[in-house]
């Protein structure tokens, strides 16, 4: 059996579920392995009803008042236990910040090794291979866990298109009770980010902007062509350096992750700290005026171009098509 733990944010899946599940399906048609989908919450309805579409074998709802909030205590102590009596054969969970600050208390709770920020798979006779990026994603790194299973991974965002998960299942819901245990930690407030700053990581068009807008009063070109478009605006470090724009629009190493279906890269060069932010987006788009830049490298398309000519130009089409 694969485990999938949904990950979930005011009562919706969050967008990496879908793409673990897309790992899961993957792997289960390989391995010849059933799926089930794990929901943690104070009141799991609503999260069943979104996952019973998708083609899994079960739903596996671990209801108790205490999981209204995450608490990566909770959530080790119950799927310690619940791995226990299951047995499966591989875990997946997102490589997010909440996947990363739980799995490892699980994995190392049932003394099983994690292999994390995995990125796609093979299949070698009967062994599970699980490719990870390391070195900030300067190099790819094949993985197999020794011994029998349970195998522990987690999937980093983007690295499986989530709109492509198999509907169609009819799965069956099982619902085991569940003890907490006791917990180190209570959270005592949860802060949400300012309106109007979009949470990148499931934005699924981002419109980004480097120091090659030359100053903050340009940076409206990129907010205009994301408006158009219907993103949401990121930016390079040295644009937060500078303080065009808050910390929470930047995107890299020292940024968020993100892995949208479509990434506008303007005026970036593409520094390896900004790639590894960004590079798992479905399609890339750079615009640069020098041709060398590295962002060329990995962008499906590049328009080698003064970004001060294209991007009004491109705002205005957009505009106009809206028009039609
Ligand atoms: C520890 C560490 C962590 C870091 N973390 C991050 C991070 O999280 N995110 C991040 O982004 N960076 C990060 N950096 C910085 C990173 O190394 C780069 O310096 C940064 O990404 C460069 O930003 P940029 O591409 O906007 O600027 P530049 O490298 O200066 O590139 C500007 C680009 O704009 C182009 N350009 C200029 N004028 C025009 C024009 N008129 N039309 C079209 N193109 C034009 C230029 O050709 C150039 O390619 C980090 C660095 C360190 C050391």
New binding site residues.
Partial sequence: MIFVIAEHKDGKLRPITSELLVFAQRVGRDFGQPITAVVLAANTAGLVEELKTRKIDRIMTLEHTELGEYNPDSYAHILKSIFEKEKPFLVLVGHTTQGMDFAPRLTVALRRPLIAGCVEYEKQGDRLILTRQIFNAKMNMKTSARGEPPYFATASPGAFPGDEVESGGNPEIVAPVVEPGASRRKIVERLEAQKGQADLTSAPIIVSG???LKQKENFHLVFELAEAIGGSVGA????VDAEWLPREY??????QTVAPRLYIAV???G?I??LV?MQTSRCIVA????AE?PIFKIAHYGIVD???KIVPALTKICNDLKRV
């Fill in positions: 480097g120091r090659g390079s470090r040295p644009v930047q995107i890299g190493s020292s940024g005026g970036i060069s520094a700290q900004h932010g615009i640069n005026k020098d830049a003064d970004l001060f």
